[in-house]
């Protein structure tokens, strides 16, 4: 189980720590993981799993914004990273080499991919057996029965789609969670594990 200890902090502060703790948690990391970042943007998180997985595991970083990828390549350099690989991504492939993950996250992009089937069926072949993909995203509750394209035009998506398109790929999930955490705009933020 992971810990992370924190000082007194604002109950805002320490609400964060507690659902970054929870996805890393379903991520199951451990030192010697290797596990990919999908939509890291800057590295928020990628940063963060860098130091969890150590000098023996190793994080991609993957993400279609060549700027956000830049500014990863200077948060990388400026902490003299050197477990952090990022991959610039196409829609509908995150360019991952195949079967070398233990793990994947995609936080808050999901809503975002143009072929969401053909990206699964790449996420599937990049894990190896047995490994973890976590998907965790925002749903505005005025817009759980509203079309897909709507949602996310909203950069919202309802559980239900993203259940569709694993089962339709051939993935098993292993939890959800219809709330684990709100984001800034008080949208609650659902959890899926598959493997």
């Not at 080499?97 to 072929?115: C, K, Q, S, V």
């Not at 990049?126 to 505005?140: H, M, Q, S, T």
Request: aromatic fraction near 6%; charged fraction near 25%.
């Amino acid at each position: 189980m992971l810990l992370i200890l924190v000082g007194v902090l604002p109950a805002c502060s320490q609400n964060r720590s507690a659902n970054i703790d929870r996805l890393f948690e379903a991520l199951n990391l451990e030192k010697a993981t290797w596990v990919a970042d999908i939509g890291s943007r800057e590295g928020f998180f990628t940063i963060r799993m860098a130091s969890l997985v150590g000098e023996n595991g190793h994080v991609f970083a993957v993400d279609i914004d060549r700027d956000a990828l830049e500014d990863l390549h200077d948060n990388i350099n400026e902490r003299g990273l050197t477990n952090v690989t990022p991959v610039y991504s196409v829609p509908g492939n995150p360019m991952l080499p195949t079967a070398m993950f233990d793990a994947i996250l995609i936080r808050n992009t999901y809503h975002e991919f143009e072929e969401p089937i053909r990206m699964l069926n790449h996420i599937k072949k990049a894990l190896k057996p047995g490994g973890r993909l976590v998907i965790a995203e925002p749903i505005d509750d005025d817009l759980v029965d509203a079309s897909r394209d709507k949602q996310a035009r909203s950069h919202d998506i309802s559980m239900n789609y993203v259940k569709a398109d694993l089962a339709k790929t051939g993935f098993e999930i292993i939890e959800e969670t219809e709330q684990y955490s709100t984001n800034s705009r008080g949208d609650r933020l659902w959890l899926i594990i598959a493997q």
